[in-house]
């Protein structure tokens, strides 16, 4: 039994390490100055730590720039903000009606439509990134912040709408008769009764959708054209596209900025995410 | 007419029916039971009233009007479900009167009303709450208030007592009586629960396979069956139910099993023309008597109940119980006398069931 406990502990701390060691590893790194890094060895504590490195991934470093730009990520960062809050809103909002509509009233096709969703939800997106870039193309928002949201609601929608449906299936025939009852159209249904109650779902689909569109690269850089460069592209430019000696601490320290959205939503609302999980586990 | 109307109302499910040409009167301030067991129809039955599922063909009219077409909210019913269907996200106080809030009735009217209401149903300390903080008995009166604070013709409940336990649904019984007592509304009651359809009802529906099998007032249901169902479903322990024949030997009418004859008392003059015809004995337990003149049972098992026993006897080739009081200890293997009450036993046809007497 104790014997047991141990190797489980031993275990988890094993998986912990493993997980955290490269995250550790960037953040020590960027607390160095190049020097350092490059006369030690990358598991040394940083002997004078310094957010210098932080502060030239955040805002450039005008004093040598290629072009007119100063190379920094603030920028982009804004234009991720502007891409992913609209993104976030309006795939959730509308995954989450359709969702409710699927699940509760029965239209003709429902269950088509449903299945063409599950489809959608599981052809890569590379497969269908030439018909997308013509679609937004003719529709004039191609290379623009616009172009590049309609594309991530497009995406997203499928998977919330599907959460939304096996969330909303689940509540009680009875809870429905008696909203006919009492009178509660389509709108009101959802406003008063369904919304209300998916809460926890509506969490979890927050978060995750806030999770893909921000992480997302490919989309961004395909759609984002040089005004709606998401954080992720600015990234890789900065990382991969530079002269003379590699600056593994300003790396570190933009992939750290990148990444901290994310950190930061996981970690604010992470016992709404397990919820909401935990729910979907039992209920669906 | 006020109260509900139903009209060769029939329901198909893809091409299956499940009820043909039902036709119901249900008078104004009625409190009409439909009594049956599971999958007989009587839910079907009521959210077709309701309308929360459409009729395949017929009408139906309540307070005079043609409802048939209409929307649920707009047929003046109210429904109170086995679930509660309480909002699970409102308040009790905004659970009461999202009917009214959907109407469109202004704020300060709805909450007048949501007030009076709770205050008849004593739940007005538990208004703030969510449902999710209310014991079983307290979800229910919720879900009563919010048909209540509608003030429809007339009231739905969709066996609203099952969820609960025997002492409160005993209280609640009680206090659903009071309340038709008091408002005197139509009421439709789904269940499958006798006791309830006993105690309360004005009016019973007794339905099998989609279709009626009797409407009458609780009394005459239980001691007048219109059929071998009817007789069976209504009453516990079960009615007894033999075969065999009336015969009339020495001014003495009996009924002849083959395997023995029962003595039967107090037949009334229409049984006469029944003497010779074979058909099926209905015999509630309390229609058997001990008489010393009748025929010799024997004793196989007592079951007191308290303020009853319940004697299972051995007689005329098959088994029979008898209701009596607690007093007499009855020993198995004894042998007693019987004779059936010939003026309160039923007699069935064998082929179709229906009642001859």
């Given at each position: 039994?104790?014997?047991?406990?141990?190797?489980?502990?031993?275990?988890?701390?094993?998986?912990?390490?493993?997980?955290?060691?490269?995250?550790?590893?960037?953040?020590?790194?960027?607390?160095?100055?190049?020097?350092?890094?490059?006369?030690?060895?990358?598991?040394?504590?940083?002997?004078?730590?310094?957010?210098?490195?932080?502060?030239?991934?955040?805002?450039?470093?005008?004093?040598?720039?290629?072009?007119?730009?100063?190379?920094?990520?603030?920028?982009?960062?804004?234009?991720?903000?502007?891409?992913?809050?609209?993104?976030?809103?309006?795939?959730?909002?509308?995954?989450?009606?359709?969702?409710?509509?699927?699940?509760?009233?029965?239209?003709?096709?429902?269950?088509?439509?449903?299945?063409?969703?599950?489809?959608?939800?599981?052809?890569?997106?590379?497969?269908?990134?030439?018909?997308?870039?013509?679609?937004?193309?003719?529709?004039?928002?191609?290379?623009?912040?616009?172009?590049?949201?309609?594309?991530?609601?497009?995406?997203?929608?499928?998977?919330?709408?599907?959460?939304?449906?096996?969330?909303?299936?689940?509540?009680?025939?009875?809870?429905?008769?008696?909203?006919?009852?009492?009178?509660?159209?389509?709108?009101?249904?959802?406003?008063?009764?369904?919304?209300?109650?998916?809460?926890?779902?509506?969490?979890?689909?927050?978060?995750?959708?806030?999770?893909?569109?921000?992480?997302?690269?490919?989309?961004?850089?395909?759609?984002?054209?040089?005004?709606?460069?998401?954080?992720?592209?600015?990234?890789?430019?900065?990382?991969?596209?530079?002269?003379?000696?590699?600056?593994?601490?300003?790396?570190?320290?933009?992939?750290?900025?990148?990444?901290?959205?994310?950190?930061?939503?996981?970690?604010?609302?992470?016992?709404?995410?397990?919820?909401?999980?935990?729910?979907?586990?039992?209920?669906? | 007419?006020?109260?509900?109307?139903?009209?060769?109302?029939?329901?198909?499910?893809?091409?299956?029916?499940?009820?043909?040409?039902?036709?119901?009167?249900?008078?104004?301030?009625?409190?009409?039971?439909?009594?049956?067991?599971?999958?007989?129809?009587?839910?079907?039955?009521?959210?077709?009233?309701?309308?929360?599922?459409?009729?395949?063909?017929?009408?139906?009219?309540?307070?005079?009007?043609?409802?048939?077409?209409?929307?649920?909210?707009?047929?003046?019913?109210?429904?109170?479900?086995?679930?509660?269907?309480?909002?699970?996200?409102?308040?009790?106080?905004?659970?009461?009167?999202?009917?009214?809030?959907?109407?469109?009735?202004?704020?300060?009217?709805?909450?007048?009303?949501?007030?009076?209401?709770?205050?008849?149903?004593?739940?007005?300390?538990?208004?703030?709450?969510?449902?999710?903080?209310?014991?079983?008995?307290?979800?229910?009166?919720?879900?009563?208030?919010?048909?209540?604070?509608?003030?429809?013709?007339?009231?739905?409940?969709?066996?609203?007592?099952?969820?609960?336990?025997?002492?409160?649904?005993?209280?609640?019984?009680?206090?659903?009586?009071?309340?038709?007592?008091?408002?005197?509304?139509?009421?439709?009651?789904?269940?499958?629960?006798?006791?309830?359809?006993?105690?309360?009802?004005?009016?019973?529906?007794?339905?099998?396979?989609?279709?009626?099998?009797?409407?009458?007032?609780?009394?005459?249901?239980?001691?007048?069956?219109?059929?071998?169902?009817?007789?069976?479903?209504?009453?516990a322990p079960t009615m007894n139910f033999v075969d065999g024949t009336l015969v009339r030997d020495c001014d003495q009418v009996f009924f002849d099993t083959g395997n023995g004859k029962l003595p039967l008392?107090?037949?009334?003059?229409?049984?006469?023309?029944?003497?010779?015809?074979?058909?099926?004995?209905?015999?509630?337990?309390?229609?058997?008597?001990?008489?010393?003149?009748?025929?010799?049972?024997?004793?196989?098992?007592?079951?007191?109940?308290?303020?009853?026993?319940?004697?299972?006897?051995?007689?005329?080739?098959?088994?029979?119980?008898?209701?009596?009081?607690p007093e007499q200890a009855f020993e198995p293997g004894s042998d007693i006398n019987i004779v059936v009450d010939g003026a309160r036993m039923s007699l069935f046809d064998q082929q179709n069931g229906q009642?001859?007497?």
């Amino acid at each position: 039994m104790r014997y047991n406990r141990w190797a489980l502990y031993g275990l988890l701390c094993l998986a912990a390490i493993m997980i955290m060691a490269p995250v550790f590893i960037m953040i020590s790194t960027s607390l160095k100055s190049m020097d350092e890094i490059r006369n030690g060895s990358i598991f040394t504590l940083p002997a004078d730590p310094s957010f210098a490195a932080w502060s030239k991934a955040w805002l450039g470093d005008c004093t040598q720039t290629l072009g007119k730009k100063c190379g920094g990520l603030s920028s982009s960062f804004m234009t991720s903000v502007q891409i992913v809050i609209p993104a976030l809103f309006l795939s959730v909002g509308l995954g989450a009606v359709t969702g409710y509509s699927l699940a509760v009233w029965k239209m003709k096709g429902a269950n088509v439509m449903f299945a063409a969703l599950l489809v959608g939800m599981f052809i890569p997106p590379q497969v269908t990134l030439y018909p997308l870039i013509i679609m937004i193309r003719e529709l004039g928002i191609f290379g623009s912040i616009p172009g590049l949201i309609l594309v991530h609601v497009i995406w997203g929608v499928a998977f919330t709408t599907m959460m939304f449906r096996n969330f909303f299936k689940t509540v009680p025939q009875d809870l429905l008769k008696a909203a006919r009852i009492d009178g509660a159209g389509f709108w009101a249904l959802f406003w008063h009764v369904m919304l209300p109650l998916s809460l926890p779902i509506l969490g979890v689909a927050m978060i995750l959708q806030f999770t893909y569109i921000w992480n997302d690269f490919l989309l961004g850089l395909t759609f984002g054209g040089r005004s709606g460069q998401p954080m992720t592209v600015a990234l890789n430019n900065l990382v991969g596209s530079q002269f003379g000696e590699k600056e593994y601490n300003v790396d570190m320290a933009a992939t750290m900025l990148t990444a901290l959205p994310t950190l930061a939503v996981y970690l604010l609302s992470g016992r709404l995410f397990v919820r909401g999980i935990a729910a979907g586990a039992v209920k669906g | 007419m006020n109260g509900v109307e139903l009209r060769n109302v029939t329901k198909a499910y893809a091409g299956l029916t499940v009820m043909e040409n039902i036709n119901l009167e249900i008078a104004d301030g009625d409190f009409l039971v439909l009594l049956g067991p599971s999958g007989c129809g009587k839910s079907t039955l009521l959210n077709m009233i309701a309308g929360l599922e459409p009729v395949t063909g017929g009408s139906i009219d309540i307070n005079g009007r043609d409802v048939t077409e209409l929307e649920p909210d707009a047929r003046d019913i109210a429904m109170v479900f086995q679930s509660y269907a309480l909002y699970p996200t409102m308040s009790v106080r905004k659970n009461i009167g999202f009917g009214l809030k959907m109407a469109g009735m202004p704020k300060s009217e709805i909450e007048e009303r949501v007030n009076e209401v709770a205050e008849l149903l004593q739940i007005t300390p538990l208004l703030d709450r969510k449902p999710s903080q209310l014991s079983g008995g307290q979800q229910q009166r919720v879900a009563i208030g919010r048909a209540l604070v509608r003030e429809p013709a007339v009231f739905l409940f969709d066996e609203p007592l099952s969820n609960l336990d025997a002492k409160l649904r005993a209280d609640m019984r009680i206090e659903l009586k009071r309340l038709h007592e008091r408002l005197g509304r139509t009421i439709v009651y789904v269940t499958h629960d006798q006791i309830e359809a006993m105690t309360l009802a004005t009016k019973v529906v007794v339905l099998d396979r989609g279709s009626i099998q009797q409407a009458d007032t609780p009394e005459t249901v239980y001691r007048r069956p219109a059929n071998r169902f009817v007789a069976s479903f209504v009453g516990a322990p079960t009615m007894n139910f033999v075969d065999g024949t009336l015969v009339r030997d020495c001014d003495q009418v009996f009924f002849d099993t083959g395997n023995g004859k029962l003595p039967l008392v107090h037949v009334p003059a229409a049984a006469n023309d029944l003497i010779g015809r074979p058909m099926t004995l209905g015999a509630r337990p309390e229609h058997l008597m001990f008489d010393d003149v009748g025929i010799s049972a024997r004793v196989v098992l007592a079951e007191p109940t308290g303020p009853d026993q319940y004697v299972r006897l051995a007689v005329a080739g098959g088994e029979m119980t008898a209701r009596c009081g607690p007093e007499q200890a009855f020993e198995p293997g004894s042998d007693i006398n019987i004779v059936v009450d010939g003026a309160r036993m039923s007699l069935f046809d064998q082929q179709n069931g229906q009642a001859l007497l």
